[in-house]
Structures are given as structure tokens and as C-alpha cells.
């Protein structure tokens, strides 16, 4: 890898590198078809792969910067056992070694960043994906009154779409600086691309602050008003912000990281959110390539959340987050006052 990068880019650099390795593990687990899942809360579940792919992040990362703060959505990843030596990336990006670094990040040191690590997130669309990879009617039958939390809504939503909802799964690094978040990345394990004639499985996109962000095609935001929000973790509150938008479209996807790419690709022009279940993993990095490309994440009041280290997890006031600072104010404008203090108070 090229020393002379300064660190932010070094570490974005490495960080594509692990993310693609992590998103490699997500699919060789559900190609295994044991997903070990364990229920950590309510609506709240982690599998094999969230775990693995953890392991070689927070390994690979600690190996080469090893005075970073390294916060991971899974607590326990079973420290016992042993990294395997595949997991252990060392390299690095070379498109995003050639980043030009802004000024104000050339003198950030290790002990000034904190990375935050959603090693898969949409675990929901995941075990739920899991279903449709058999494809044997029987098998899917047994796997469905296995399955903990899918109910029969669900079970038939997912017997329509012909992929069930894996390209919603994505690894997400973010890298944080005085409490900001300043670089991202967002791996899609299974997103289907024709690279030079060949099918190929996966993307990843970056973005850092005044550099630029790369790995996917921009587009326009769409015409008139699309609200992409959460499919599995709807409640009243966030049904009432969604009802005050008056929006002409409003898309239901998993993970935080997809509803983010949606924005960047121009399929939605605001993500709403008004519930505290997204925690700080699940936007440092989204957010950090959303303001890199020109737009805006906050809590649904308008108030931008802090990455420091010992910041609370929980994204308590939801998010809102637009491709524009035009139609984030437009969005914070409609967010009633009984909603906010509904949520404060939560
Ligand atoms: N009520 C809730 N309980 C637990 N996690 C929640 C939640 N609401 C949102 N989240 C988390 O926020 C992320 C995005 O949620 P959603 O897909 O509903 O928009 C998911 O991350 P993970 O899939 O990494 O756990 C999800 O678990
Ligand atoms: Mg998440």
C-alpha cells in the first residue's frame, strides 16, 4: 500500500478493500445455508454472517491502525476463536489512494478517528432472502416454520419478488473525526452488474468528505416527491411522518445503507425515519457519502448526530436525510410538533 496517502485516505482505501472481503463472508454464509441466527431484542437479530463479518472488519483495521476506536454493532463476536488468515486484508483501494485528502484532515492522527462498523446490515432482509435461495418448494416450507420472526404477510410479499430482498444487505464503515463523520464506505454483497462481459456479484461505494465519491452512478433526484423508508420496523410514529410528507411514492426497503443508495442514485429524494431504532453504525456511514455527494442526515429535527466514541448508540430522534439541503428543509418543515416531542420523549 502507498505510505505516503495521508491517513483518512489510507484508511477509506482499506476499508473498501475489508468491506468487499466482508461482503464475500455475508454471501458464503447463506451459500452454507446455516445462518446461526440469535435473537439480540425485540425485532432485532444477528446471524453467523453479522458475526464474521465483524471478525475480519474489526481484524483486518486493528492489524494496520492499531490506535483506532473501533465501535461494531455486535458485542460478542466470539473473541475465542481464532481470525482466519483469509479474513486478514491488507489491502487497499488503489482508486481512492489517489484521493486528494482535504486540508483540514492531513494532520488527523489514529487516536482522533472512530470507526463505526454495521457488519451487515439489513440482517431482517437477509434471513428473510435466505428463504428464496431454496429453491426447492419443500426446503422453503421447513425454513419458513423454522424462521423466528417472518409472518405470513411477509412469507408471500417474498414469494412475489423473484430475488427476495438480499440486494437491500449492505456492510457499512464509517469513519468519524471530532464526532463528524468525514469518509464511508457501502458494500452491496448482492448487487448483479456485466463487468466486461462477466456476471459479477457485489459493489462498493465511497465517499469522502470535499474528495469526491465513487462506486456507483449518480443520478437527478426524481420529479416529483419519493420517501424511502423502513419495510420491517414500521410503527405509528414513523406512519404519521410518513403521511405528513404528501409524497407521490413511498418505498419500503431494509437497512439503512440501501435507503441511502437509493437517494444517491437518484430513486428516492428523502429518506424518513421518525422512530429510534437506527443506531449510529447503521449511519456514520451513509451519512459520510451523502454529504459528500451534496446531501443531508440528521435527526428529524434537523439536528446533526454526534460519532464521538462515547456517544449514545441510539439514533434516539430518527433520521431524515435528503439528497439536498432544499428538500431536507422542506422535510424538517413538515415534521409536526406533537411527533418531535412524541419522540423526545420516548
Ligand atoms: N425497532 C428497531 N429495533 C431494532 N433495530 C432497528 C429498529 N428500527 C431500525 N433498526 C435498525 O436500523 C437499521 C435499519 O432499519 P430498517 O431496515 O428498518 O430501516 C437496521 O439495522 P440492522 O439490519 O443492521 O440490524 C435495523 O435493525
Ligand atoms: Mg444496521
Redesign the pocket.
Known sequence: MSNSAPLIVRLLASSVSVANRAGKIVRDVMSKGELGIVEK????YQTEADRSAQKCIIASLSAQYPKLCIIG?EDNPDNETEVPSDWLIVDADKEVLLLNCPDSLLGVKEEDIVVWV?P?????EYTQGALMLKRNPWERGKMYLMHPFISMKWYLSLLQSNYGFLEHVTVLIGIAVNEKPVAGVIHQPYYKSIVDGEKKLGRTIWGLQEAGVGGFSSAAPPDSLIITT????SNPLVEKALQVMEASQILRV???GY?VLQLLEGQASVYV?A?P???KW?TCGPEAILSAAGGKLTDIVGNFYKYGASESRPNKMGVLAAVNDDLHKYAISKIPQELKEALANK
Open positions: 431484542g425485540k425485532d432485532d454493532e454495521d451487515l446490515d439489513g440482517t431482517a423502513t419495510r420491517s420496523h431494509g437497512g439503512a435507503k425515519f422512530s431504532g437506527c443506531k447503521d
